[in-house]
């Protein structure tokens, strides 16, 4: 019960951080598999957001991040649990 309400609330957190932005131009930071694979800078501080809010309730959870796993970190599977993120699916529409 305490794992879904924190993820309420980082989906809130991304939620207002994306409202912010909406009428404002997100500039495009990279793309991953195609030109149309885009990562922007909502997309990236909206991850960061969520990260970090569920690190405050769960530090000990594994926490695979599209944007932050698609780069040079990567991720390792483990026994631990695990959130996995992707705070705007769908970029291109967005």
Do not use: M
């Not at 957001?49 to 530090?59: C, D, M, V």
């Not at 000990?60 to 932050?68: K, T, Y």
């Amino acid at each position: 019960e305490k794992v879904l309400e924190v993820a309420k609330e980082a989906a809130l957190l991304a939620g207002s951080a994306i409202h912010q932005t909406w009428s404002i131009r997100s500039d495009i930071k990279n793309t991953k598999s195609s030109c149309t694979d885009l990562v922007t800078e909502t997309d990236e501080r909206c991850e960061e957001l969520i990260i970090n809010y569920i690190r405050s309730k769960f530090p000990r959870h594994s926490i695979i991040g599209e944007e932050s796993s698609s780069s040079s970190e990567g991720y390792e599977l483990t026994a631990d649990p695990t959130w996995t993120i992707d705070p705007i699916d769908g970029t291109t529409n967005f």
